[in-house]
């Protein structure tokens, strides 16, 4: 029997943890441009002389991380594999010690992963993946159902089972969806398959006893979920906590009208006007206007009309203001109101008046209803109103605002009501109580650095130089961020400071290679299944808690040349502040090509590909920018002109060379209509080359002396391309380490680059 031992991954890297890597002159960029080699291996960090302000070195972040105590086998018993099989698995030396310590976020912690109890899977078992594969896509699921049953490996028997779970195409049972999570809640996509198990359970009108025994110890997390056990509530005489779930999924949870109808026959009794309201502004909240309106016919009344205006503010609609101003002048302190004659005003262009009526809204969150869509509409006011050059009411607006629950929104708010209080009101000391409240249960380390480097920088306004030195030093361990690499130049650095991939011992990597997850990932790779491989590492990346394991997930994909696996795996990690920084950066995953223009610093080019399509060549987007480097054909026709090459629609997506070439030749030519500006490169690529100017003539010229190039980012209005270019940016100084350029800083000089016409 021919079998593929899947043992011996190798290290692709072996870099030391905390990297500091010497500076070495910038390279030229060749004509044909390969990819990128790794640096070889270097050896322990290097001490960082600090300037007169900073005076420690300053070392790069890692998050400390509290591993489980067992790892546990397959079975969930201990398999004798060795006695290291039963004890942490650890990162050895990536892991430093914290200012916080690591907590999942949003998802419950998966635990480890499981290690299997055998050692290689069958050439015969790997075709029968492949059988059960190609039946799911087609739907067959009695070929799919034959093919599991005839694995013999228990790691691919589970893969083919999850493979059959996964698919959209096929409709296993309760029972099987049920059974998979309970025994491997460590594998990807197991919240998917909880949901599609409580959605089975109301579609298929399962007993309450299997209902109660589901949720048992648990919560559902779906609308139908929620109704399901509402019900067996309902059974059994617990009648406040059937009302407290069907409240709650009618409020907040999505659902088609034959669904709305069966709630209102099942749980009609349970569900008040005040719910039915409740209903109508969440829909409207997301643009669900059918859902909404359907919702305001039962509500009938004052409630109709806002529904109807609201309505058609969100269609643009030509009657929208006489609606608005049809209803009844004692309903318009309604918060869905306010909400939506505020969105009026500002789309006519009068922001002084949406200003003002937004600051007499409702400071009740129960009132809100969606405190992230209110705060979304305050940022987008904020950003008027400073244009219109009136500062004061901005801040207002963004300080009034009842915190948004969702992180990066809340971190926002602080942020803006800072920002505006220190550098359009110069008003330091009431901007630092702002910025001291991003980091406030923050993991993320974007939210992390930008709240140190703005605390830094108000410290700084109030001659605080030895708080601002603090400031920035917290902010700058986290070095691969823009706000971060900004805190290290401020501070006088001139490296950069990187986390690199773990360095594990033989018998950890047999150990970790041998984990389900990996074989199963490696089982995929035989089976060249990169996109659905693309799902599993994104997934895990979100919510995987096993660092050990993620980290080998990152080298097995890392020796296939699966950039796009390594970024996905590694971005959602770094986001939740998981120390794999090294896989966010993959330098495999885009291929050679000739450049049909002047070059661009590579380093430019993988930065832009990471952002656009995280490496992924067959995306499109909804303005139909195609492939790596999201060229649209508007785009590509003109690049193709301007540099004589030919166009060809199809081959944006079907060849992932010429969509290298076009997407390169186009930012070269906007880095010569910038005279090499970065910024204004990097904005022009993502928003158009007319916004620049507008922003340019709006905001100033971030070439020029006089101009703040970090203020003249975060004035960009579009959120999209404001934080496009700070990822760039950051993107921009790591891969140039990465590509053995050293890690000189220059995140300064590249916001200051170019000179003015």
Known sequence: MNLINLNSLGLSLALAAAVMLTAQPALAAPKKVPLPKPRPAIGSAKKLAIPALAKETLEPAARTVQLPAKRPAADGKND???????????????????????????????????IAPTTATSA??????RQVIDATRKGNEVVSDVAEKSITDPVARKLAEWLILKSDNTKPSFQRYA??????????????FRRRAENALWNDKLDDGTVRTFFAGSQPTTAKGRYVLARALLAQGDRAGAQALVRHAWGHDNASIDVEKKVIEMFGDLLSRVDHKTRMEQRFYLDDVTAGLRTAERLGGNDLAIARARAAVIKKAGNAKALLDAVPAAARSDAGYIFARVQWLRKAGKPEEAGKLILTAPKNPEALIDLDQWWMERRLLVRKLLDEHDAPTAYRVAREAVSPPHGNYRVDQHFTAGWIALRFLHDPATAAGHFAHINEGAINPHALARGGYWQGRAAEAMGQRAQAKTYYETAGKHTATYYGQLARARLGFTDLGLVGPPSFTAEEQSVLSNLEV??????????????????IFAEIGESGTDIAGMAMLGEAAAKHGDGRSMLLLGKG??????????????????????????????????????QE??????VVSTAKAMGFMQVTPAAAQDTAKRYKAPYNLARLLSDPV???QMGAAELAMLLGTYNGSYPLTFAGYNAGRGRVRQWIAAYGDPRDPKVDPVDWAERIPIAETRNYVQRIMENLQVYRARFGGGTKLLIEADLKRGGTN
């Not at 015969?124 to 993946?129: E, W």
């Not at 460590?186 to 919240?191: F, G």
């Not at 399509?613 to 067959?618: L, V, Y």
């Open 80 to 114: 004798g594999l060795n006695a290291f099989a039963q004890a942490n698995v650890g990162l050895r030396g990536a892991l430093f010690a914290s200012h916080a310590t690591f907590k999942p976020l949003l998802r419950p912690a998966a635990g480890p992963f499981a």
């Open 124 to 129: 015969a078992d790997i075709a029968l993946v």
């Open 179 to 192: 059974a998979f999570v309970k025994d491997n809640p460590a594998w990807p996509h197991s919240p998917l």
């Open 518 to 535: 990996v074989r199963a990932a490696e089982i995929l790779y035989a089976l060249d299944e990169r996109d659905m491989l693309a799902s």
């Open 573 to 610: 990690a770094l986001g939740r502040g998981l120390p794999l920084d090294y896989y966010a950066y993959p330098i495999v995953g885009l291929p050679e090509y000739t450049a049909i223009a002047p070059p661009v610093e590579p380093a430019v080019i993988y930065s832009i590909a990471r």
């Open 613 to 618: 399509s995280h490496f992924n060549q067959k």
């Open 658 to 660: 010429y969509n290298m």
